[in-house]
Structure formats: structure tokens, C-alpha cells
């Protein structure tokens, strides 16, 4: 009797931490790391619509803030701090006021992986002002997902299927005299079209832009970006993305590493792998994070921003550019 009582107190303790542990993280998930007292100002809320995904299937990433009429919310800069996944689209909606007074900010963007292994969408960093003109911070929960490999299915076996038999070929010698000189003929038909279409064909010209020094190539770029009108037309989103190439052709030829299709982290990580030095790895990590904070969220820099993260390109042209010794010019294949 006494063991069953015993056993009996062990499962109700059991299920009391089982429910502590599903209940404050479920909280932690609605408030974030914030003080009681701000609670009633501002909350976040972000799930996915699935957590398991094969390699290279989009996830729907929801992110939601109910915030107090008076709290003012900055721009997210979601795109640069997803960790492994990338932003494929996404879909800011307008503010909208519910009954109670609070204001709901809603936002959705399509990610994606093409790596397998089990991943987390790292806490989201919401920055506000509150009524008092204090700048505060909440974060949003992490996330965790499992990407798989694509395996093979039951059905797929049926597609597999034993080889076939040889076939044989009736006929005597008088069939290999017909079948031979046409096959004669027909090559030396390819050779002279072959010969006829490359005559007096030379080699193709390495483009101009390749002759030049990647640092050269750069500065002519930023220059020419500066006196452009994009701004003026305010095409500020297509001003940015010219901006991020610029950057990114810069550091691969510079650097002869894969920059121009690569995530912004990848391209931080082949940064440190050939032991750039840490602070030109940091800044040219910061000007694609303000790129992508335009391009992807919808961020309207400032004037001033806008002319700084230009400068800043200029500094890390001239900070590693090679002035004494000629530079190695790349050619694609």
C-alpha cells in the first residue's frame, strides 16, 4: 500500500512539471522577454504552418505584433537574421486597430532551406518606443524545423523495371554494305559543316569589365550609382539591389569566393573561412544586412543612411583593394 501511494504522489509531481514546463514557454511565446508591466503595451506571436519539410520546400513564416496605440514600432530586419533560411516572398499588411484599442501588425514571408539537418528560426528582435519615449525591445520565440532529405516512395519502385532482352538483328552482310557509307557520308557531311561554321572564327573577347582590377570596377560602379537618378525617381528598392551587386561581384573577385548567388551568412562565413580581417568581414556583413532590410522589408532608409552605407562602400574598396601588385583578372568559363 505504501508503494502505491508512493507511486501515486511520483506521477501527480511528474505531471506538475510536465504542465510548468508546456505552460511558461507557451506564455514566453505570447509576451516574449519583457516586463509585466509592458505586457499590457506590446506582444509578439510567430509560428510556421508546418515544422517538418523536405529539402527545398517553403515554410509560411508569421510573424505578429498587438501593440498599444501610443507604442511606436521601427522597421523589422527580418531578412538578415533567419540563420540558415532564405527569403523567397513575403506580405506586410497594413496596421489594423482592433475593437480593444490595440494596434495588430502583421507580417508573412516565404522561407526556404537547401540543407538538411534540424534548424531554428532564431528570435526575432522587435525594437518600440513606449509612451514615455523609452526605447524598449521584445523578442519573438525560436522556432524549430527538420528538414529532410527527399526519400524514395513505394511507388516509385514500380518505375524500376528488369532490362530487356537483346534484340536481334536479321540480315546478312548486304545490310552492313548499305548501312556503312551512309554512315561515312553523314560524317563527313558533319566535319565540313563543322569546318564551314568555324572558319575564320576567333576566340571571344574577354569582357571589358574583366581586363580592369575588381577594385577599379567597383569604384567606377559606385560612382555611377551615386549620380544615377533612382533616388530622385525614388526607385529606392532598385537603387538597394544595385548597391547589394555591386558589393557582392566586388567580394568574389576580389576574394575568388562564391559571393553574388549566396545568402548574406554564407557569404559572412566564406568571409571568416579565408580569415578576412574581422572588422572589413563586419562591415561588408552590415551594408547586405541594410541592403536586404530594404529590399526585404520594406525599410525607407534616410537620406543620411542612404549616403553613409555608400561611403562605407568606398572604405572597404579602398581598405582592400591591391595597389602594388597586379591583380589576377578572373575569367568565366
Given at each position: 500500500?505504501?508503494?502505491?501511494?508512493?507511486?501515486?504522489?511520483?506521477?501527480?509531481?511528474?505531471?506538475?512539471?510536465?504542465?510548468?514546463?508546456?505552460y511558461?514557454?507557451?506564455?514566453?511565446?505570447?509576451?516574449?522577454?519583457?516586463?509585466?508591466?509592458?505586457?499590457?503595451?506590446?506582444?509578439?506571436?510567430?509560428?510556421?504552418?508546418?515544422?517538418?519539410?523536405t529539402?527545398?520546400?517553403?515554410?509560411?513564416?508569421?510573424?505578429?505584433?498587438?501593440?498599444?496605440?501610443?507604442?511606436?514600432?521601427?522597421?523589422?530586419a527580418?531578412?538578415?537574421?533567419?540563420?540558415?533560411?532564405?527569403?523567397?516572398?513575403?506580405?506586410?499588411?497594413?496596421?489594423?486597430?482592433?475593437k480593444?484599442?490595440?494596434?495588430?501588425?502583421?507580417?508573412?514571408?516565404?522561407?526556404t532551406?537547401?540543407?538538411?539537418g534540424?534548424?531554428?528560426?532564431?528570435?526575432?528582435?522587435?525594437?518600440?518606443?513606449?509612451?514615455?519615449?523609452?526605447?524598449?525591445?521584445i523578442?519573438?520565440?525560436?522556432?524549430?524545423?527538420?528538414v529532410?532529405?527527399?526519400?524514395?516512395?513505394?511507388?516509385?519502385?514500380?518505375?524500376i523495371?528488369?532490362?530487356?532482352p537483346?534484340?536481334?538483328?536479321?540480315g546478312?552482310?548486304?545490310?552492313?554494305l548499305?548501312?556503312?557509307?551512309?554512315?561515312?557520308?553523314?560524317?563527313?557531311?558533319?566535319?565540313l559543316?563543322?569546318?564551314?561554321?568555324?572558319?575564320?572564327?576567333?576566340?571571344?573577347e574577354?569582357?571589358?569589365?574583366?581586363?580592369?582590377?575588381a577594385?577599379?570596377?567597383?569604384?567606377f560602379?559606385?560612382?555611377?550609382?551615386?549620380?544615377?537618378?533612382?533616388?530622385?525617381?525614388?526607385?529606392?528598392?532598385?537603387?538597394?539591389?544595385?548597391?547589394s551587386?555591386?558589393?557582392?561581384?566586388?567580394?568574389?573577385?576580389?576574394?575568388?569566393?562564391?559571393?553574388?548567388?549566396?545568402?548574406?551568412?554564407?557569404?559572412?562565413?566564406?568571409?571568416?573561412?579565408?580569415?578576412?580581417?574581422?572588422?572589413?568581414?563586419?562591415?561588408?556583413?552590415?551594408?547586405?544586412?541594410?541592403c536586404?532590410l530594404?529590399?526585404?522589408?520594406?525599410?525607407?532608409p534616410?537620406?543620411?543612411?542612404?549616403?553613409?552605407?555608400?561611403?562605407?562602400?568606398?572604405?572597404?574598396?579602398?581598405?582592400?583593394?591591391?595597389e602594388?601588385?597586379?591583380?589576377?583578372?578572373?575569367?568565366?568559363?
Open positions: 500500500m505504501m508503494k502505491e501511494r508512493k507511486l501515486k504522489v511520483l506521477k501527480v509531481i511528474g505531471f506538475l512539471l510536465v504542465a510548468i514546463l508546456f511558461f514557454p507557451f506564455r514566453m511565446s505570447v509576451w516574449g522577454e519583457i516586463h509585466p508591466a509592458e505586457k499590457s503595451l506590446i506582444s509578439v506571436e510567430s509560428f510556421v504552418d508546418r515544422a517538418t519539410i529539402i527545398g520546400n517553403r515554410i509560411l513564416y508569421t510573424l505578429i505584433v498587438t501593440t498599444d496605440s501610443e507604442v511606436e514600432l521601427e522597421p523589422l527580418l531578412g538578415s537574421n533567419l540563420g540558415a533560411f532564405e527569403v523567397k516572398d513575403y506580405k506586410i499588411y497594413d496596421p489594423k486597430k482592433a480593444n484599442g490595440t494596434v495588430i501588425n502583421k507580417s508573412e514571408y516565404v522561407i532551406t537547401f540543407t538538411t534540424e534548424y531554428v528560426i532564431p528570435p526575432i528582435a522587435i525594437n518600440y518606443t513606449n509612451p514615455e519615449g523609452e526605447k524598449k525591445q523578442e519573438s520565440e525560436p522556432l524549430f524545423i527538420l529532410k532529405s527527399v526519400g524514395a516512395s513505394e511507388s516509385d519502385k514500380e518505375d523495371r528488369g532490362l530487356k537483346p534484340i536481334h538483328i536479321t546478312g552482310y548486304w545490310a552492313y548499305i548501312i556503312l557509307p551512309i554512315l561515312i557520308l553523314l560524317g563527313a557531311g558533319g566535319f559543316y563543322y569546318r564551314q561554321r568555324t572558319k575564320g572564327l576567333a576566340l571571344p574577354i569582357p571589358e569589365e574583366l581586363q580592369k582590377p577594385w577599379e570596377v567597383a569604384l560602379e559606385l560612382e555611377s550609382l551615386r549620380n544615377s537618378d533612382l533616388l530622385k525617381k525614388k526607385q529606392i528598392k532598385k537603387y538597394f539591389i544595385i548597391f551587386n555591386i558589393i557582392r561581384k566586388y567580394v568574389e573577385r576580389r576574394y575568388q569566393i562564391s559571393a553574388v548567388d549566396r545568402t548574406t551568412e554564407e557569404i559572412r562565413g566564406e568571409m571568416k573561412r579565408i580569415r578576412l580581417d574581422p572588422g572589413i568581414v563586419e562591415l561588408i556583413y552590415g551594408l547586405l544586412c541594410f536586404n530594404v529590399k526585404f522589408a520594406k525599410y525607407i534616410s537620406t543620411e543612411e542612404t549616403e553613409k552605407s555608400l561611403n562605407d562602400a568606398y572604405d572597404v574598396v579602398n581598405m582592400t583593394k591591391k602594388k601588385v597586379k591583380e589576377e583578372v578572373l575569367v568565366e568559363k
